[in-house]
């Protein structure tokens, strides 16, 4: 499961959208998600348009996935006549739940939308736990 746990990031995040702003170290450009479930993986989609798959950095540290890219503006030199497409540092955080793996997640990056795989852990999923009853002498399967 993902959680969200600051609401201030995503007042930041609808600020930078309505007013185009440049992304720095200090404050990232929006990194809009989509995410769910497909059976006993998490799915989530970041869309980083133009990004070239070299910056893209994947970085896990407990149950906290990191994503940062960056996509440079036009050189000093050239004359912008209009600078509407956000630029810059990228980043997101992600803080998954305890049932995920975080060790077996997988990436991939196509037409500019990064597509992350993050399994449900084995000890999360549901499974079928058999009981014994002495009354029957059988055996029968209860879902857990």
Not at 71 to 77: A, C, H, I, L
Not at 110 to 126: F, I, T, Y
């Amino acid at each position: 499961m993902l959680m969200r746990t600051d609401p201030f990031r995503e007042l930041d995040r609808m600020a930078q959208q309505a007013f185009g702003a440049v992304g720095t170290l200090a404050r990232p450009a929006v990194m809009p998600i989509d995410a769910w479930r497909e059976k006993d993986t998490f799915v989530v989609e970041l869309d980083l348009p133009g990004v070239d798959p070299g910056s893209i950095d994947l970085d896990v540290e407990r149950n906290v996935l990191t994503v940062k890219a960056e996509r440079p503006g036009p050189s000093n030199s050239d004359e912008l006549i209009a600078a509407e497409r956000p630029r810059g540092v990228f980043s997101r955080q992600l803080f998954l739940g305890d049932t995920l793996d975080t060790e077996h997640i997988t990436a991939d990056y196509a037409h500019g939308v990064l597509r992350l795989q993050v399994p449900v852990a084995e000890k999360a999923r549901p499974r079928r736990i058999e009981i014994s009853s002495s009354d029957t002498g059988g055996r029968q399967a209860i879902s857990a």
